[in-house]
């Protein structure tokens, strides 16, 4: 039987072993405000001291994106709101890295930005036909600053450059062929998908699985992230980056420099 809770703008639940984390803030694409970075670390946190929890699954609600990225609205272009903004983000981005227990992302719409870097540190993507995958920030003079850290590892320098660079959007099939996702399934099946791959590892010896999953994961959070937390201030000073966010505030073209 399900048990739930509410974290801030995050639904948790439990469905047996497994946990169900849901990015709560559908209409505004589930975004990272406040409350989802705060609901998604306590979360986590529920998940990892719960002893009988073995597999964490996370989705957004709705039909429409599963995490659309930073909330841009509030940024201020001082090198120390920078620095405290990539400090918080890129740890909160990182969690489903160093979390002990496996973590699979049931991508049921956009996965921009940070909500694409959220998907890639979890140990699985599966991901709704529908699904649509993008680092868009190069659109902003920006970087996506977890990203830069994983995607050359993931899907190779060319194609990490080519997204980082362009901005480019990948459906769900265009994913999965570079990849970046294991699955592409129906929409409406993606939660009993994602069930059926928690079951399929709840099932397994937990020991050998943990370690699995700490063995792959052992040269990530290192000095890279240290590095990318250090030069990304850096681009907020930048002009290009000023015009990139005022036009997206102003719902126009952006004229970089």
Wanted: include cysteine; hydrophobic fraction near 40%.
């Amino acid at each position: 039987e399900a048990n739930s809770m509410q974290f801030d703008r995050v639904n948790y639940e439990t469905h047996g072993t497994t946990a169900l984390i849901t990015f709560n803030e559908p209409d505004k694409l589930n975004a990272l405000s406040t409350g989802i970075r705060s609901g998604f670390c306590k979360a986590l946190d529920q998940a990892r001291h719960d002893d009988d929890i073995r597999v964490i699954i996370v989705t957004g609600a709705g039909d429409k994106s599963f995490c659309a990225g930073a909330d841009i609205s509030g940024f201020e272009f001082t090198p120390s709101y920078a620095k405290n903004f990539i400090d918080e983000v890129l740890d909160i981005l990182a969690l489903a890295e160093q979390i002990n227990k496996p973590v699979i992302a049931a991508v049921n719409g956009y996965a921009f930005g940070g909500g694409f870097e959220l998907s890639i540190a979890c140990d699985f993507i599966i991901a709704s036909e529908q699904a649509k995958f993008a680092v868009p920030e190069i659109q902003l003079g920006l970087l996506p600053g977890f990203a830069i850290a994983r995607l050359n590892k993931l899907i190779g320098r060319q194609q990490a450059k080519y997204l980082s660079m362009t901005g480019t959007k990948l459906s769900a099939e265009e994913a999965k062929d570079l990849g970046l996702i294991l699955k592409v399934v129906p929409h409406e099946q993606l939660l009993t998908q994602a069930f059926a791959l928690a079951d399929e590892l709840a099932s397994k010896p937990q020991m050998a699985i943990r370690y699995a999953k700490s063995i792959y994961n052992r040269e990530l959070g290192g000095d890279e992230l240290t590095y990318a937390k250090d030069v990304m201030p850096f681009l907020f000073l930048d002009d290009d980056t000023k015009e990139g966010v005022t036009a997206f505030r102003e719902k126009r073209k952006p004229i970089f420099k």
